[in-house]
């Protein structure tokens, strides 16, 4: 893996603290009655306990993430959509930093390369995890999309009349842990993550 990937997990990783920290405002920008206006605002599974999305982790360096055969995985228990600089959509949630969408009709996509990075479409969750030495060492989750992952806006609405969406698609989850100062454990295999999850609107901007 290239030094640029290091960094832009570093870039990611920091993000989402930025991100968790509250430090990013929260949904903003005016409506303008843009096409991704149907989409701004925080939407939350419908289901707050079952997730349709899976993660397996074939290298058994990983097998405590995920065992290769799969186990239920929700990395977005809510997505925030806000409108983005060089994209429709920025996805603010902090959850995984940081997935950028370009809208077409009642669909929102995740561009590739990213615009803002200009590499891969990517977003990060960094963890901590210990070393064959038992000291904590830092690591990041990097979720790849592929050109299936798909937010869309439902046509119906929920029985109390919200807004309903649902996020598809498959990614490939890669994983780096920061051994040391230089070295770096990488997945190989990377592993795999998809499924379908419903969501409702809770707020607009």
């Avoid at 303008?32 to 939350?44: K, N, V």
């Avoid at 990983?62 to 994209?87: C, W």
């Avoid at 869309?152 to 009349?161: I, N, Q």
């Avoid at 698609?169 to 994983?175: E, L, P």
């Amino acid at each position: 893996m290239k030094s640029e990937t290091r960094s832009r997990a570093a870039a990611v990783a920091a993000l989402t603290l930025a991100l968790a920290g509250g430090l990013v405002a929260g949904c903003g920008g005016d409506s303008g009655g843009r096409p991704a206006d149907a989409f701004i605002g925080r939407w939350f599974a419908s289901d707050p306990v079952t997730t349709g999305f899976t993660l397996s982790c074939g290298d058994p360096a990983f097998s405590d993430i995920a065992p290769a055969t799969g186990r239920p995985f929700r990395i977005f228990p809510a997505l925030v959509f806000e409108h983005g600089e060089l994209t429709d959509l920025a996805e603010t949630s902090g959850d995984c930093a940081l997935l950028n969408y370009d809208v077409s009709g009642t669909s929102a996509t995740v561009p590739s390369p990213d615009p803002y990075f200009n590499e891969e479409a990517a977003c990060g969750i960094p963890f901590t995890t210990t070393d064959a030495a038992g000291l904590l060492v830092d690591g990041v989750f990097l979720l790849l999309p592929d050109a299936s992952w798909t937010f869309m806006v439902l046509p119906d609405k929920t029985p109390e009349g919200g807004d309903q969406g649902r996020l598809v698609g498959t990614a490939r989850g890669h994983i780096i842990v920061f051994d040391t100062a230089t070295t770096t454990v990488e997945s190989n295999p990377d592993c795999t993550y998809g499924g379908m999850d419903t969501y409702f609107r809770l707020t607009q901007p």
